[in-house]
């Protein structure tokens, strides 16, 4: 992969620890999501990547308060 996929790379997804950062939620909630099949994540050799799109649709599809 070069410098300049990767960082393109780096604009569309985020890793476990910055996911969770982004969107408040630790690394256990985050890894159950997607073992529940509600968070779609993608692997790069070691590393767990969640595309934007994903987190998007994630963030989507979680029930609204009802007051």
């Known amino acids: 992969m070069t410098a300049r996929s990767s960082t ?3 604009r569309r997804a985020r ?3 910055q996911f969770g950062a ?3 939620v ?3 909630l ?3 999501e997607i073992k529940a099949g509600r ?3 993608v692997k790069v050799g070691f590393r767990t990547l969640i595309l934007h ?3 998007e649709a994630w963030v989507r599809s979680l029930p609204e308060v009802m007051p």
Do not use: E, F, N, W
Request: aromatic share 10%; hydrophobic share 35%.
């Open 22 to 24: 982004d969107y408040g």
């Open 39 to 41: 968070l779609r994540a």
């Open 15 to 17: 890793t476990v620890k």
């Open 53 to 55: 799109d994903d987190s």
């Open 30 to 32: 985050t890894y159950a």
């Open 26 to 28: 630790g690394k256990t």
């Open 8 to 10: 393109a790379l780096a």
